[in-house]
């Protein structure tokens, strides 16, 4: 199994379109990058854990699932760093390969200690460019297999049916 732990504002303050929405609404940018990792974690099967440093939401540690995503903000006093690095631990086993998302240089390097791959900001955005492209191509691919109606109609007899489809007269 591949798990992939995102640095959620490491992310959010890389990626130019999460950038914009931060300086609008913090939480809109969150909810941004939790439906592009939702997408990616359909696409590649990968289980995706994002993590949020606590000192931008008030209380006490939250966890919670939206689109099958894990979210995390981490407890008072507690980075997300250091909740990404006790995760690598915690996580790791023969079955598992971790994958962290972030462009900190340090924690980079201390979870490569771990034996964690590492993924960039920049990487991961070009991978789910690569994924929302790959997804539309394969929606216009069904769409446009799409039986066409077995008997052609005009334009004026498809109105008109479609009128009594919906009971006018």
């Known amino acids: 199994m591949d798990i992939l732990l995102v640095d959620g504002y490491n992310i959010i303050g890389a990626w130019p379109e999460l950038v914009s929405l931060k300086k609008r609404e913090l939480s809109a940018a969150r909810d941004r990058l939790v439906e592009i990792m939702a997408e990616y974690q359909a696409y590649t099967g990968y289980h995706v854990i994002i993590v949020f440093d606590a000192h931008f939401v008030s209380g006490t540690q939250k966890k919670y699932k ?3 995503v894990e979210v995390i903000f981490t407890k008072e006093n507690e980075t997300a760093d250091e909740r990404i690095e006790r995760l690598a ?3 790791s086993n023969r079955k ?3 994958h962290v998302a972030t462009s900190d240089y340090t924690e980079q390097w201390a979870i490569f200690g771990q034996g964690a791959l590492r993924k960039s900001a920049r990487e991961l955005l ?5 994924i929302s492209k790959k ?3 394969s929606v216009k691919v069904i769409q446009e297999k799409k039986p066409s109606a077995k008997i052609p109609l005009t334009k004026e007899v ?3 049916f479609e009128k009594w489809r919906r009971g006018e007269h």
């Open 96 to 98: 598992t390969q971790i």
């Open 158 to 160: 498809a109105e008109i």
């Open 89 to 91: 631990i915690d996580l």
């Open 66 to 68: 939206n689109y099958k």
């Open 135 to 137: 997804i539309e191509k």
């Open 126 to 130: 070009n991978e789910t460019n690569l």
